[in-house]
């Protein structure tokens, strides 16, 4: 059963366009924000911390895709590293 689910989450999002696959992940980082805030407040801390670290793999990969030959590139660079330092600072 678990590899079924799986399979059909890899497939999903092998078939989205890039705009929905940038969509989707934006959405997985604020779930987790949000997620990773309420642990927080319920002081279950590995669990907030988990969170945590989920949308830094998201911010990363992010960053670590840019096509730099865009101007805009740059600024998203230094966006998600922004938000990578914070989601550090929040973690300590």
């Known amino acids: 059963m678990y590899d079924a689910i799986r399979q059909y989450k890899e497939q999903a999002v092998s078939t989205m ?5 940038l969509s989707a992940l934006y959405a997985e980082a604020l779930k987790n924000l949000r997620y990773g805030s309420l642990m927080m407040t319920n002081q279950n801390y590995p669990a907030a911390e988990a969170c945590i ?6 911010f ?3 960053s670590s ?3 730099r ?3 805009v590139s740059a600024q998203l660079y230094e966006l ?6 914070e989601l550090v600072r929040a973690n300590v």
């Not at 366009?17 to 696959?21: A, D």
């Open 17 to 21: 366009s890039r705009g929905e696959q």
């Open 53 to 58: 670290e989920k949308c830094r793999d998201i």
């Open 60 to 62: 990363r990969y992010l």
């Open 65 to 67: 895709v840019l096509d």
């Open 69 to 71: 030959q865009y101007g």
């Open 80 to 85: 998600y590293s922004f938000i990578g330092r």
